[in-house]
C-alpha cells in the first residue's frame, strides 16, 4: 500500500462490541504535530473522576481487592436474583431511590468496581487498583454489554453484586490467555454517580422558523446546559463556557408570548449567568465574570445571591481590585457567615492586598529617592550617568508591569513637574499610563493599557 503521508485521527471511539464480535478498522496518525496544538489537550480530561496523589494509590486497602466469592458460580446463583438469563444480582447497599430512576440512556455514569473470574480470589479488573473511578456514556457501546446493563439496573450510591454470562462479556471464544472462553464473571459494583449528559448541538434540531420562539427554544437551551454541566463535572472547563455561552445566546434573544414565560426565561437566564461566572473564574478571564456579575445584578434588582457575591468578589481579587473584593466578598459572609470557602478567600485577599501595599511602599520610596537626588545633584553631563538612573526606574516599572496583582499604582501628591516628566517617560516606553485619578485632582496614576 503506497503511503501518501496523510492519516486521519480516530474519529468515532471503538465499540467493545464491534471488537468482540465483527471486529473493526481503524488507521493510526503519526503525524502528531500536524494540524494541531496544545489547545486540544487544554480541553480534554484525560485523568479519572476522583484522580488521587501517588502516596494514596501505593497504599490501597487489599482487602477491597479480596473476592467475596471464590466457591462455584452455581452456588452463588442461589444467593441472587435473576434478572434476566444473563445476569443475576445481590445488592448489598441500597442506593437513593427518591428519584425513581436508574442511568437512562445517554448518561455519563460514575463507578467504581472489581471484576473476578470463577474460582479466583484477586480481580482481573479493577478501579480500585487502580485507585480511580471509571466513567462511561451509556448507550455507546463504551463498555462491555455485561457491565453497562448491570450498571443500569443501579440507584446512585448503590452497591451489588452481579454474576454476569459470558454471552454478555468475552462470549464464547473469550480472550486467551487471559480469558478462557465462555468465561462467567463476578462484579462488584458502585454507582458514585451518574448524569444526563444533554447536547451541545440541540439548537439545529430547531426549524429554522421556530429559532426565536421561547415556548420551541427552551427545551433545546435545557439540553445545551446539561451539556455544559457535563463538561464542568469533567473538568473541561473551556467546553463548559462554550456550552453555557451558547444556551445563553440561544435565550436571551427568544421571542417571549407571555409573563410567564418571562418569568421562565429570567429565571433560566440567572442560571446560566452564575454559570458562567463560576466557569470564567476556572479559566482565568475575571473580567467576564464582572460583566456576568454585572447581568445578575440587573436581573435581580441589584440582590445577587451569595453565590454570586463570592465569584464577583473572586474575580475583582484576581483584578487586584483589593477593596471592591474586600466588600464583595464581606457582604457574601454576612450572608453565610460559617461558609469555610468565603473565610478563605478573604483570608487569601488580606495576604495579597498586604503584599501588595508592601511592594508599593517599596517600589515609591526607591523611586521618589532616586527623583530627588537627581534634582539635588548639578546637572549631568556624562550620557551613562543619566543612563543609569533612568535603568534604575526602568527596572521599577517593569516590575509593576510584570506583577499581575497589580493594576494600578497610585502616585503621592505633590509631585514636582521634572518627577511627572520623568515618570510619564518611562511609562510610555512601557506601554503603560500616566493619568490624573479621576477621584482626585492632584493625584496620579499608573495603569496597565488593556
Given at each position: 500500500?503506497?503511503?501518501?503521508?496523510?492519516?486521519?485521527?480516530?474519529?468515532?471511539?471503538?465499540?467493545?462490541?464491534?471488537?468482540?464480535?465483527?471486529?473493526?478498522?481503524?488507521?493510526?496518525?503519526?503525524?502528531?504535530?500536524?494540524?494541531?496544538?496544545?489547545?486540544?489537550?487544554?480541553?480534554?480530561?484525560?485523568?479519572?473522576?476522583?484522580?488521587?496523589?501517588?502516596?494514596?494509590?501505593?497504599?490501597?486497602?487489599?482487602?477491597?481487592?479480596?473476592?467475596?466469592?471464590?466457591?462455584?458460580?452455581?452456588?452463588?446463583?442461589?444467593?441472587?436474583?435473576?434478572?434476566?438469563?444473563?445476569?443475576?444480582?445481590?445488592?448489598?447497599?441500597?442506593?437513593?431511590?427518591?428519584?425513581?430512576?436508574?442511568?437512562?440512556?445517554?448518561?455519563?455514569?460514575?463507578?467504581?468496581?472489581?471484576?473476578?473470574?470463577?474460582?479466583?480470589?484477586?480481580?482481573?479488573?479493577?478501579?480500585?487498583?487502580?485507585?480511580?473511578?471509571?466513567?462511561?456514556?451509556?448507550?455507546?457501546?463504551?463498555?462491555?454489554?455485561?457491565?453497562?446493563?448491570?450498571?443500569?439496573?443501579?440507584?446512585?450510591?448503590?452497591?451489588?453484586?452481579?454474576?454476569?454470562?459470558?454471552?454478555?462479556?468475552?462470549?464464547?471464544?473469550?480472550?486467551?490467555?487471559?480469558?478462557?472462553?465462555?468465561?462467567?464473571?463476578?462484579?462488584?459494583?458502585?454507582?458514585?454517580?451518574?448524569?444526563?449528559?444533554?447536547?451541545?448541538?440541540?439548537?439545529?434540531?430547531?426549524?429554522?422558523?421556530?429559532?426565536?420562539?421561547?415556548?420551541?427554544?427552551?427545551?433545546?437551551?435545557?439540553?445545551?446546559?446539561?451539556?455544559?454541566?457535563?463538561?464542568?463535572?469533567?473538568?473541561?472547563?473551556?467546553?463548559?463556557?462554550?456550552?453555557?455561552e451558547k444556551a445563553?445566546?440561544?435565550?436571551?434573544?427568544?421571542?417571549?408570548?407571555?409573563?410567564?414565560?418571562?418569568?421562565?426565561q429570567s429565571a433560566?437566564?440567572?442560571?446560566?449567568?452564575?454559570?458562567?461566572?463560576?466557569?470564567?473564574?476556572?479559566?482565568?478571564?475575571?473580567?467576564?465574570?464582572?460583566?456576568?456579575?454585572?447581568?445578575?445584578?440587573?436581573?435581580?434588582?441589584?440582590?445577587?445571591?451569595?453565590?454570586?457575591l463570592f465569584q464577583?468578589?473572586?474575580?475583582?481579587?484576581?483584578?487586584?481590585?483589593?477593596?471592591?473584593?474586600?466588600?464583595?466578598?464581606?457582604?457574601?459572609?454576612?450572608?453565610?457567615?460559617?461558609?469555610?470557602?468565603?473565610?478563605?478567600?478573604?483570608?487569601?485577599?488580606?495576604?495579597?492586598?498586604?503584599?501588595?501595599?508592601?511592594?508599593?511602599?517599596?517600589?515609591?520610596?526607591?523611586?521618589?529617592?532616586?527623583?530627588?537626588?537627581?534634582?539635588?545633584?548639578?546637572?549631568?553631563?556624562?550620557?551613562?550617568?543619566?543612563?543609569?538612573?533612568?535603568?534604575?526606574?526602568?527596572?521599577?516599572?517593569?516590575?509593576?508591569?510584570?506583577?499581575?496583582?497589580?493594576?494600578?499604582?497610585?502616585?503621592?501628591?505633590?509631585?514636582?513637574?521634572?518627577?511627572?516628566?520623568?515618570?510619564?517617560?518611562?511609562?510610555?516606553?512601557?506601554?503603560?499610563?500616566?493619568?490624573?485619578?479621576?477621584?482626585?485632582?492632584?493625584?496620579?496614576?499608573?495603569?496597565?493599557?488593556?
Amino acid at each position: 500500500m503506497e503511503d501518501t503521508g496523510v492519516c486521519n485521527f480516530l474519529k468515532d471511539p471503538l465499540s467493545i462490541n464491534d471488537l468482540i464480535t465483527s471486529g473493526t478498522n481503524f488507521e493510526i496518525n503519526t503525524n502528531f504535530d500536524e494540524g494541531f496544538t496544545n489547545d486540544i489537550y487544554d480541553e480534554l480530561n484525560l485523568g479519572s473522576d476522583d484522580e488521587q496523589d501517588d502516596d494514596s494509590k501505593n497504599c490501597i486497602d487489599q482487602s477491597l481487592l479480596v473476592s467475596p466469592w471464590t466457591k462455584s458460580f452455581d452456588e452463588l446463583k442461589q444467593h441472587m436474583r435473576q434478572v434476566n438469563e444473563n445476569m443475576w444480582k445481590k445488592i448489598t447497599k441500597v442506593g437513593d431511590e427518591s428519584e425513581g430512576v436508574v442511568p437512562p440512556v445517554n448518561a455519563r455514569a460514575c463507578i467504581r468496581y472489581n471484576a473476578y473470574w470463577e474460582g479466583e480470589g484477586t480481580p482481573f479488573d479493577s478501579t480500585f487498583l487502580r485507585g480511580s473511578s471509571y466513567s462511561f456514556y451509556t448507550g455507546r457501546n463504551e463498555v462491555l454489554q455485561g457491565l453497562e446493563d448491570a450498571v443500569c439496573t443501579m440507584h446512585k450510591g448503590e452497591n451489588a453484586q452481579f454474576l454476569i454470562s459470558y454471552n454478555l462479556l468475552f462470549r464464547e471464544m473469550g480472550c486467551p490467555p487471559r480469558v478462557k472462553p465462555k468465561a462467567d464473571g463476578l462484579f462488584i459494583i458502585e454507582v458514585v454517580s451518574y448524569n444526563l449528559i444533554g447536547d451541545i448541538d440541540a439548537e439545529q434540531q430547531i426549524p429554522e422558523e421556530d429559532r426565536d420562539k421561547y415556548s420551541v427554544v427552551i427545551d433545546k437551551v435545557k439540553e445545551i446546559h446539561l451539556k455544559g454541566l457535563d463538561f464542568f463535572s469533567q473538568g473541561m472547563y473551556r467546553n463548559a463556557c462554550r456550552a453555557f455561552e451558547k444556551a445563553l445566546d440561544l435565550l436571551k434573544f427568544s421571542r417571549l408570548t407571555s409573563e410567564e414565560e418571562e418569568k421562565a426565561q429570567s429565571a433560566f437566564l440567572l442560571k446560566l449567568y452564575t454559570n458562567l461566572a463560576v466557569c470564567y473564574i476556572k479559566v482565568n478571564a475575571p473580567a467576564k465574570t464582572c460583566i456576568m456579575c454585572k447581568e445578575i445584578r440587573h436581573l435581580t434588582n441589584n440582590k445577587p445571591s451569595c453565590k454570586a457575591l463570592f465569584q464577583e468578589g473572586r474575580a475583582l481579587l484576581m483584578l487586584g481590585e483589593y477593596e471592591k473584593a474586600r466588600s464583595h466578598l464581606i457582604k457574601a459572609q454576612h450572608m453565610e457567615p460559617h461558609n469555610l470557602d468565603i473565610s478563605a478567600e478573604l483570608k487569601l485577599l488580606e495576604e495579597r492586598y498586604k503584599s501588595y501595599k508592601e511592594s508599593e511602599k517599596k517600589l515609591w520610596t526607591k523611586a521618589m529617592g532616586l527623583i530627588k537626588n537627581a534634582d539635588d545633584e548639578p546637572v549631568k553631563t556624562n550620557p551613562s550617568d543619566i543612563d543609569e538612573l533612568e535603568q534604575e526606574m526602568l527596572n521599577l516599572m517593569i516590575h509593576f508591569k510584570d506583577d499581575n496583582d497589580q493594576k494600578s499604582l497610585k502616585l503621592p501628591s505633590g509631585l514636582t513637574t521634572k518627577e511627572i516628566e520623568t515618570l510619564d517617560g518611562l511609562a510610555k516606553r512601557l506601554d503603560l499610563k500616566l493619568t490624573l485619578n479621576t477621584l482626585d485632582s492632584t493625584q496620579y496614576i499608573i495603569t496597565k493599557k488593556t
